[in-house]
């Protein structure tokens, strides 16, 4: 696993031995950033489940202002600590080792605003729609936003009119969808499927 692309590429990435962090191939994080590659340049970033920080590293790699990586295992934080260091990004990059709700409680105290989030929880979790709402509620995300959700295939975040779900792409059992701010306020669930 390495950076892809931007001012640390080819550097190599550490993840924690085992299974408890699925870091995204290096084939899906390419592709991933060939689609938000406008969206990138001076983005704060926010990566709710950062695993190995692969994610949050290869967009300050490519010209994120700042990322914040939040996970709850130590392995992970560790790791991450490890790949700050090694892709020398980690003046442009903060950790909380907390798991999502602390997280989010934290940064929303702080009155935190990202134009860019992540999230790449684990599979078992399908609660991706209200990780969604809960950044929004609390403040958290910019006027104009992404959010990235990966998830397993067939498992799209359930998502209300706030956001406007334009995308999802599919990697094998993976699928990414691409969110952003929805042109309705409305408080219903709107399911999002299929290929848009």
Request: include cysteine.
């Given at each position: 696993m390495r950076i892809i692309g931007g001012t640390a590429r080819g550097r190599t990435l550490t993840a924690p031995a085992g299974a408890r962090t699925r870091?995204?191939?290096?084939?899906?994080?390419e592709s991933l950033f060939n689609i938000i590659r406008w969206d990138i340049a001076d983005a704060r970033v926010l990566d709710l489940f950062a695993g190995t920080g692969a994610l949050s590293l290869e967009a300050?790699?490519?010209?994120?202002?700042?990322?914040?990586?939040?996970?709850?295992?130590r392995?992970?934080?560790a790791a991450i600590e490890k790949?700050?260091?090694?892709t020398r990004l980690g003046g442009k990059c903060r950790l909380i080792p907390r798991d999502y709700r602390a997280a989010m409680d934290l940064l929303a105290r702080e009155r935190q605003r990202f134009d860019v989030v992540f999230l790449d929880p684990p599979y078992k979790m399908e609660n991706t729609g209200e990780i969604c709402a809960a950044l929004y509620d609390k403040g958290l995300l910019a006027g104009e936003f992404l959010i990235v959700v990966e998830h397993r295939r067939g498992m799209a975040p359930l998502l209300d009119a706030r956001f406007e779900a334009f995308d999802i792409r599919r990697y094998g059992d993976t699928e990414i969808t691409f969110a952003r701010r929805g042109k309705g306020d409305g408080d219903g669930d709107a399911a999002v499927s299929g290929e848009l």
């Open positions: 870091p995204t191939q290096d084939y899906v994080r300050v790699s490519r010209g994120a202002a700042s990322a914040v990586m939040a996970d709850m295992d392995a992970a934080c790949n700050m260091e090694s």
